[in-house]
Protein backbone atom coordinates (compact mmCIF):
# COMPACT_ATOMS: atom_id res chain seq x y z
CA UNK A 1 0.00 0.00 0.00
CA UNK A 2 0.88 3.86 -0.74
CA UNK A 3 0.12 6.29 2.04
CA UNK A 4 0.26 9.90 1.29
CA UNK A 5 0.21 12.59 4.25
CA UNK A 6 -0.41 15.83 3.35
CA UNK A 7 0.51 18.94 5.85
CA UNK A 8 1.03 23.12 5.41
CA UNK A 9 -2.06 24.01 5.03
CA UNK A 10 -3.55 27.31 6.70
CA UNK A 11 -5.42 30.43 6.95
CA UNK A 12 -3.36 33.29 5.16
CA UNK A 13 -3.77 36.38 4.32
CA UNK A 14 -3.72 37.98 0.76
CA UNK A 15 -1.13 38.25 -0.69
CA UNK A 16 0.92 35.53 1.63
CA UNK A 17 2.71 32.67 1.59
CA UNK A 18 2.04 28.85 2.34
CA UNK A 19 3.95 25.91 1.45
CA UNK A 20 2.25 22.76 1.29
CA UNK A 21 4.48 19.37 1.99
CA UNK A 22 2.91 15.64 0.85
CA UNK A 23 5.40 12.73 2.51
CA UNK A 24 4.69 9.31 0.23
CA UNK A 25 5.36 6.00 1.81
CA UNK A 26 5.05 2.33 1.00
CA UNK A 27 6.25 -0.11 -0.23
CA UNK A 28 7.35 2.09 -3.85
CA UNK A 29 9.08 0.96 -6.51
CA UNK A 30 8.81 4.26 -7.96
CA UNK A 31 7.08 7.77 -8.77
CA UNK A 32 5.86 8.31 -11.98
CA UNK A 33 4.39 11.90 -11.73
CA UNK A 34 3.13 13.85 -8.94
CA UNK A 35 1.01 16.67 -8.47
CA UNK A 36 -1.39 18.93 -6.56
CA UNK A 37 -5.00 19.89 -7.23
CA UNK A 38 -7.68 21.53 -5.55
CA UNK A 39 -11.21 21.43 -4.56
CA UNK A 40 -12.95 24.64 -3.80
CA UNK A 41 -16.61 24.59 -2.10
CA UNK A 42 -19.18 23.92 -5.13
CA UNK A 43 -16.50 23.51 -7.35
CA UNK A 44 -14.83 20.18 -9.18
CA UNK A 45 -11.71 19.22 -8.32
CA UNK A 46 -8.99 21.22 -10.35
CA UNK A 47 -5.14 20.51 -11.22
CA UNK A 48 -2.76 23.16 -9.88
CA UNK A 49 0.66 21.61 -10.85
CA UNK A 50 2.45 18.09 -11.90
CA UNK A 51 5.64 17.14 -11.95
CA UNK A 52 7.17 14.07 -13.48
CA UNK A 53 10.06 12.03 -13.23
CA UNK A 54 11.76 14.30 -15.39
CA UNK A 55 11.44 17.29 -13.11
CA UNK A 56 8.72 19.05 -16.03
CA UNK A 57 6.14 21.10 -15.01
CA UNK A 58 2.74 21.89 -15.71
CA UNK A 59 0.54 24.57 -14.16
CA UNK A 60 -3.05 26.12 -14.09
CA UNK A 61 -3.57 29.05 -15.60
CA UNK A 62 -4.53 30.45 -12.98
CA UNK A 63 -1.17 29.99 -10.71
CA UNK A 64 1.00 30.33 -13.46
CA UNK A 65 4.29 32.36 -11.68
CA UNK A 66 2.82 32.47 -8.25
CA UNK A 67 2.96 28.55 -7.35
CA UNK A 68 5.80 26.39 -7.74
CA UNK A 69 5.87 22.91 -8.01
CA UNK A 70 9.12 20.54 -6.42
CA UNK A 71 10.10 16.99 -5.59
CA UNK A 72 12.55 15.45 -3.58
CA UNK A 73 13.00 11.93 -4.90
CA UNK A 74 15.34 11.01 -1.64
CA UNK A 75 12.78 11.27 0.35
CA UNK A 76 9.63 10.50 -2.06
CA UNK A 77 8.41 13.79 -1.45
CA UNK A 78 6.37 16.96 -3.27
CA UNK A 79 6.31 20.53 -2.36
CA UNK A 80 3.90 23.13 -3.70
CA UNK A 81 5.18 26.78 -2.80
CA UNK A 82 2.22 29.14 -2.92
CA UNK A 83 2.93 32.84 -3.43
CA UNK A 84 0.87 36.01 -3.82
CA UNK A 85 -2.52 33.83 -2.58
CA UNK A 86 -5.92 35.58 -3.46
CA UNK A 87 -9.59 34.40 -2.25
CA UNK A 88 -9.50 32.13 -5.43
CA UNK A 89 -7.31 29.92 -4.25
CA UNK A 90 -8.84 29.00 -1.11
CA UNK A 91 -9.64 25.38 -1.35
CA UNK A 92 -9.09 21.83 0.09
CA UNK A 93 -5.55 20.92 -1.74
CA UNK A 94 -5.09 17.14 -2.15
CA UNK A 95 -1.56 15.71 -3.09
CA UNK A 96 -1.61 13.19 -6.18
CA UNK A 97 0.90 10.21 -6.48
CA UNK A 98 1.03 7.73 -9.44
CA UNK A 99 3.99 5.08 -9.91
CA UNK A 100 4.70 1.18 -8.90
CA UNK A 101 4.50 -0.30 -5.90
CA UNK A 102 5.81 -3.88 -4.67
CA UNK A 103 3.45 -6.86 -5.78
CA UNK A 104 3.67 -10.10 -7.30
CA UNK A 105 3.48 -8.96 -10.59
CA UNK A 106 4.57 -5.09 -9.73
CA UNK A 107 1.66 -3.03 -9.63
CA UNK A 108 0.98 0.30 -10.41
CA UNK A 109 -0.66 3.03 -8.19
CA UNK A 110 -2.38 6.55 -8.30
CA UNK A 111 -2.89 7.37 -4.50
CA UNK A 112 -4.41 10.97 -3.13
CA UNK A 113 -3.75 11.93 0.53
CA UNK A 114 -6.76 13.28 2.75
CA UNK A 115 -6.16 16.71 1.90
CA UNK A 116 -5.25 19.74 3.22
CA UNK A 117 -7.36 23.12 3.74
CA UNK A 118 -5.92 26.53 2.60
CA UNK A 119 -7.84 29.32 3.20
CA UNK A 120 -7.28 33.06 1.79
CA UNK A 121 -8.41 35.66 3.97
CA UNK A 122 -9.02 38.97 1.75
Known amino acids: QVQLVESGGGLVQAGGSLRLSCAVSGSIVSITAMGWYRQAPGKQRELVATINSGASTNYADSVKGRFTISRDNAKNGVYLQMNSLNAEDTAVYYC????????????????WGQGTQVTVSS
Open 96 to 111: NVQGRRLGLPIKTFDS
